[in-house]
């Protein structure tokens, strides 16, 4: 936890230095083996602020074949149960990347909320780590951490993104290859406001877990290194 962080660097600059100089190969069994899965929502207030703002823009406004791309995509993420006989596709992530991208900032909100969701989905994850315009940025966690646009709203929404991201197969490989600037993307997204934090606390326990199990000392220490400015 976020709070369970700030407990272990407290001691001075001196106890972090002490720890980076003594890690080792030895995976760090404290920290807990399963990962934060963010998979509460409310669809029906996703769709409705969704709809509303559609109703309000003067331009980039839903299709009606739009709009029943998106009812399918809350109708599938709303029955777990059934997410081995569904499928996400290219044209809902396709949807959700226009929307992202071409309505105002300030509304993308609920839209951020669904892709969050999205990942989660055993083909949403696989469509997400493969898609094209994502694949072509430097990787798609990264490329959704810049949709953040500042605003503690959709920073909040993009950890939740990568804390549920980092919890699922299809994207270990993307992960491993790319944990740097994830790191990076990470740190450079958030600002101090607490709900933002709060949610920061959730995302670097996954990080923490994955550079566990992983091994990645130097993920670790870069992790290590940059924790204290956010809790300054």
Not at 2 to 19: H, Q
Not at 111 to 116: E, G, H, P
Not at 148 to 172: C, D, E, I
Request: glycine letters at 2%.
């Amino acid at each position: 936890s976020l709070v369970g962080s700030e407990m272990c660097i407290r001691d001075s600059t001196n106890t972090t230095t002490s720890f980076q100089s003594n890690v080792t190969n030895t995976r760090l069994t404290h920290i807990s083996q399963s990962p934060i899965l963010l998979d509460k929502g409310n669809f029906d207030a996703m769709l409705s602020k969704i709809k509303q703002f559609n109703n309000e823009l003067s331009e980039h406004k839903l299709s009606s074949q739009e709009e029943n791309t998106l009812n399918n995509i809350v109708d599938i993420l709303r029955n777990r149960s059934y997410f081995h006989a569904t499928k996400i596709t290219i044209e809902m992530v396709s949807l959700i990347e226009k929307l992202i991208t071409t309505w105002p900032d300030s509304n993308i909100f609920p839209v951020l909320d669904l892709l969050r969701l999205i990942v989660l989905h055993p083909s949403g994850a696989a469509t997400l780590a493969s898609y094209s315009p994502f694949a072509k940025s430097t990787n798609v966690l990264v490329k959704v951490l810049s949709y953040s646009k500042g605003l503690s709203s959709n920073q909040m929404l993009m950890l939740r993104f990568v804390t549920n991201a980092l919890a699922v197969p299809a994207f270990t490989s993307l992960i491993n290859n790319n944990l740097d600037s994830i790191l990076s993307a990470v740190f450079d997204t958030i600002n101090a406001k607490q709900q933002v934090l709060l949610n920061l606390g959730a995302c670097l326990t996954n990080l923490a877990l994955y550079i566990s199990l992983s091994q990645k000392k130097d993920a670790l220490l870069k992790l290590l290194k940059e924790l204290p400015k956010v809790l300054e």
